[in-house]
């Protein structure tokens, strides 16, 4: 050592002194702030533009085809890498650099957890400092990543449950965009001349309607008020995508490394440390964020982002044995095992409301792709995709089906097909859809089958005229005829009632008969999965399509 | 004053001199100390105790509902003018103009000239409303959708009158932005210069129609109309599968919200008393392209026949007979709606006794 300094007798001051006073330049965690301001931003943009009237070929599910969860997972249901998910490198190359740099400078669930943190959860002092310790629960993600891999591996796609950028796309959709148009019509109401284009949905004849709505939300208010117990409770605990982050980070060329020789072990570092990665003793790679914190946290100046530091100073390793991995697999190959004894993929046991949009390939092969991101229900016009719950099965949770009630498919309309991610809804054109050349030898996709119930129609049991559904129908010819019947009805007067009948060969299941049928509660005609054209053991008909009938005759 | 703990019941030590302020008051007795209230603390506490009982008791006074109805829902009323949009009869000019012909924008014009000149239906800051039929998701080629060609031109030509503004609107059954995107409705009001107004919740309000029984009361597309001076209605003339035709009339039907698929019960009632409900400025049957079959859907270009006819009219009835008897070559006789209509005032559907000219351009 060289001679003592002259200020060596001067008392530790409390409080390190600021650096300066005027800040010319901008730190590093400022850039980190502006970063993960930016892309929530972008994502709640190109969420709000997941829309009819707003949509103008912007990437809207960019965050899902950047997400390498997505990717691996639907790469091992499916053994391919479906369209744009290629570009989950443009996160996982950085990461095999950087470390888990996704989670605290690009993730807007990571984002939205850190600022809700910021905001209520006031720790403070030594307890703040013991909020922010490493704990072995936080060993819990690897084993969920290794169960949803096996899942997968399994052909039971089940990531997008805790997938942060599923969720956060699930609970805008479903939860937090209708209310905030229900709160809005509200208040234009009141304030009528209020702009339209502040709905999330606009030019809908009413707020749009989810099923899930509360246990959506609740699910996410639920894990964003952890952040007041344990910080980052989501992202340290149970991300899947974080942890598998943390597994191809622990190779990072660049990492926080703290110099032992000017550390006073005051442990300030971890004040702020986003990802309880220690960096007050040896820095556990695959939990840190790279959050920049501990670097400005620190009096000493010991800490440091550094190229490949000494390989002792940090932990490479991921902190769980491979007997709790191991544990994780099996326990996802018997989930995967029950899933399909239980049924709901099976051609003589599927519930009948399970009826899947139009381009959805076979059951097994949807629940192979499906990540329960619900884009398609976002950009759906017409507001029937709804999250099921477990009419699909345990494995078809919150995968998109079609509810007549809360809507009907669009015959000239193929949007779901284009915003899925992963193929579990194929972007098919619009011939192929209604079945026009050169796809007229397959017919129109069928999604269902329309029947009618005639105890409770209006003409067949109530002696009442109606008919709203042959009149909606879409088909040309109309794939809803009726009997035309003059009868005398119980109070002596004559009504010409026309008796509806479904035509199979015409019908293809779109679902506005049963969305129009006056009797509003059990419809009267309701559409059902039989028949539909994805799945060859569903049919209905023996020959999926009939030669054409001549068009009826008009009754005049 | 002293610091030190007091038996609350012992008389204070030191009588208080004068007033002491309340700083003073907690000086002197620090938390935990038991002490006797001051005459002011209680006075303070009895005024408050005083105002918050009689803030309840005119909560209580005005909020008082005995029979459980008051927080019922009442829903506000409204009426159109009396009289509606029409404009007044002149004696001479004919009521029911056809035009035949390829553009669209002579062909309105014409036939305006035919009416009397367009100056007798919109003037310098006249609010117009156009009423389109944007039901259905469709091209227009399918005809199950007004025009945008026609009305385009209408919307041009009264902008280059002078009306203020050109409200277009529709209540469609499919959703609203594929519907007016499709049908080529949107742009084509965009590019004339309309305002297009879709259905959303604020627009709606009970809407009171004198004389009416099936809508005496019922949900309608009204704040577009509270300050409208002129209605136009632009119908297609198609086949429909239950009431056999929809035309200027039923084009109405596009104004109401609520549960309306339970009109179909009494079709023909519910026409006849869009009639009332709507007294229009103008009507357009577009016959451009007829529906001829599988309506009011259609969905296929063999559903569908060049007509290239407008038929403009300030009788709507007039207008419909005509366009079901000559245009769909139907027996007007046997549409039980037109019977309804003519009954409750809205016209006259024997239209050869109508005052008539037929253009071609």
Redesign the interface.
């Known amino acids: 050592m060289s001679a003592p300094s002259p200020a060596a007798d001067v008392p530790r001051p409390t409080r390190p002194p600021k650096p300066y006073t005027r800040r010319l330049s901008m730190r590093i965690t400022d850039v980190r702030i502006l970063s993960q301001a930016f892309f929530f931003a972008l994502f709640i943009y190109l969420a709000g533009v997941t829309w009819?009237?707003r949509l103008g070929g912007y990437p809207v599910s960019l965050f899902l085809e950047v997400d390498p969860l997505v990717a691996l997972a639907t790469g091992l249901s499916t053994g391919t890498i479906y369209r744009n998910l290629i570009w989950s490198l443009w996160v996982l190359v950085p990461t095999l650099v950087l470390g888990r740099w996704f989670c605290n400078w690009m993730c807007p669930y990571g984002t939205l957890h850190q600022s809700i943190g910021w905001l209520f959860a006031k720790i403070t002092g030594k307890d703040r400092l013991d909020a922010n310790r490493y704990r072995p629960l936080f060993r819990t993600k690897y084993v969920l990543l290794a169960w949803f891999l096996v899942m997968a591996l399994f052909g039971s796609l089940q990531i997008g449950l805790l997938d942060p950028i599923c969720l956060m796309y699930r609970s805008f959709t479903t939860a937090f965009a209708p209310s905030w148009d229900v709160a809005a019509?509200r208040v234009?109401?009141v304030a009528?001349w209020l702009p339209?284009w502040l709905l999330a949905s606009?030019?809908?004849?009413?707020?749009r309607l989810f099923t899930s709505a509360v246990l959506v939300g609740w699910m996410m208010l639920a894990l964003l008020a952890a952040n007041l117990i344990i910080p980052r409770f989501f992202c340290r605990t149970l991300c899947p995508l974080g942890a598998l982050l943390g597994v191809f980070g622990r190779f990072a060329l660049w990492r926080i490394d703290r110099n032992p020789q000017k550390c006073t072990n005051c442990d300030l570092c971890l004040m702020h440390c986003e990802g309880a990665s220690d960096p007050h003793m040896l820095l556990r790679q695959s939990e840190c964020f790279a959050c920049m914190n501990c670097i400005e946290d620190c009096p000493e100046d010991a800490l440091a982002f550094r190229f490949m530091p000494p390989k002792e100073s940090g932990v490479e390793h991921v902190d769980t044995s491979r007997r709790r991995l191991v544990f994780g697999a099996v326990a996802a190959a018997f989930t995967a095992a029950f899933a399909r004894v239980s049924g709901a993929t099976r051609d003589r046991h599927f519930d009948p409301k399970v009826i899947r949009p139009p381009g959805s390939p076979d059951e097994r092969e949807f629940l192979d792709r499906c990540i329960k991101c619900e884009q398609c229900i976002r950009v759906c016009?017409?507001n029937v995709l709804q999250p099921a719950l477990f009419q699909a099965g345990f494995e078809g949770f919150w995968t998109p089906i079609m509810d007549m009630r809360s809507g009907y498919c669009?015959?000239?309309?193929t949007l779901c097909g284009q915003v899925c991610p992963t193929g579990a809804i194929l972007p098919i054109p619009i011939e192929k859809k209604l079945g026009l050349p050169p796809h007229q030898e397959a017919g129109p996709v069928k999604v269902g089958t329309a029947f009618v119930d005639k105890s409770r129609c209006?003409p067949w049991a109530m002696e009442?005229?109606?008919?709203?559904c042959?009149?909606?129908?879409?088909?040309?010819?109309?794939a809803i005829g009726?009997y035309d019947e003059e009868i005398v009805r119980w109070d002596g007067k004559k009504v010409l009632l026309?008796k509806p009948f479904v035509r199979p060969e015409l019908c293809i299941g779109c679902g506005?008969c049963e969305h129009?049928?006056?009797v509003?509660d059990s419809r009267a005609i309701y559409v059902t999965a039989v028949g539909e054209t994805r799945s060859k053991g569903r049919s209905l008909l023996l020959k999926s399509r009939l030669p054409m009938v001549p068009?009826?005759?008009?009754?005049? | 004053m002293s610091r030190r703990w007091q038996d609350p019941l012992a008389p204070l030590e030191t009588p208080r001199q004068g007033h002491v302020g309340d700083a003073a008051q907690r000086l002197a007795y620090p938390p935990g100390v038991p002490r006797l209230a001051s005459r002011r603390e209680v006075l303070a506490r009895a005024a408050k105790l005083g105002l918050a009982a009689a803030g309840f008791g005119a909560a209580w006074a005005a909020m008082r509902d005995p029979l459980g109805e008051g927080a019922l829902e009442r829903p506000e009323v409204v009426r159109l003018p009396e009289g509606g949009f029409a404009v007044a009869e002149k004696a001479g000019l004919p009521k029911l103009v056809v035009v035949h012909g390829t553009d669209a924008l002579a062909m309105l014009r014409a036939g305006l000239d035919a009416l009397g000149g367009i100056g007798r239906f919109v003037s310098a800051g006249d609010r117009v409303i156009v009423k389109p039929n944007v039901a259905f998701d469709r091209s227009p080629a399918l005809g199950a959708t007004t025009s945008p060609d026609v009305l385009a031109a209408a919307v041009r030509l009264f902008r280059a009158e002078g009306a203020s503004e050109v409200r277009v609107l529709d209540n469609p059954i499919n959703s609203p932005e594929g519907c007016f995107h499709r049908s080529g409705i949107a742009r084509a009001a965009g590019e004339a210069g309309a305002r297009l107004i879709l259905p959303d919740p604020v627009h709606f309000r009970t809407l009171e129609v004198p004389g009416a029984e099936l809508i005496a009361r019922w949900p309608m597309f009204y704040r577009p109309f509270a300050d409208a001076t002129r209605v136009v209605g632009i119908s297609p003339l198609k086949d429909h599968n239950l009431c056999s035709a929809s035309m200027t009339m039923k084009n109405w039907y596009g104004l109401l919200g609520g549960r309306r698929n339970q009109f179909h019960q009494r079709i023909h009632d519910i026409v006849s008393e869009l009639a009332m409900m709507i007294r229009p400025t103008l009507v357009v049957l577009d016959a451009t392209r007829v529906m001829m079959r599988n309506g009011p859907t259609g969905g296929s270009l063999s559903d569908v026949k060049r007509m290239d006819t407008l038929v403009l009219a300030t009788d709507q009835c007039a207008a419909d007979a005509y366009g079901y008897e000559t245009l769909l070559g139907r027996d007007p006789q046997k549409l039980p709606y037109l019977e309804l209509a003519e009954k409750r005032g809205a016209g006259n559907r024997n239209w050869r006794s109508v005052p008539m000219r037929e253009l071609t351009v």
């Open positions: 009819f009237s019509e234009r109401q009528p339209g606009p030019g809908t004849k009413e707020p016009p017409t669009e015959l000239n309309c209006l009442t005229p109606c008919v709203v042959e009149e909606v129908c879409p088909t040309s010819p109309k009726a026309r506005i129009e049928c006056p509003s068009p009826p005759k008009s009754h005049c």
